[in-house]
């Protein structure tokens, strides 16, 4: 049983670095947010919002869609009503994929 700790211990650093690569690429997607709506991202971080994608049924993505859970930092070009508010931004250009991770 000496190995139970080892792999324990493997398994933990796998799960850290699963999370700081998550991280990381959350930090490198509201980055490219920020600079696409024209704010830094201390700004965007003060606006809960969710990303979607503007995409056709075959799937493909015309632009990103931030859907604001309250209310657009101002300045941000927005469109719909108070409560149902939303910035299109382009899509971002290729980077690293969740998908690449485990390859």
Known sequence: MLFLPAMANCADEEIAMSRAYEESMEQHRNAYIAQALG?????????????????????LVYSWR??????????????????SLWSDIPVAPDGPNEDDRDA
């Open 66 to 83: 931030v859907l604001w859970d309250d209310e657009a930092p101002p300045g941000v070009d927005v469109s719909g009503d108070v409560g």
């Open 39 to 59: 704010i830094d991202v201390d700004t965007l971080d003060d606006y809960p919002f969710e990303l979607d994608d503007n995409a056709s049924n075959d799937g």
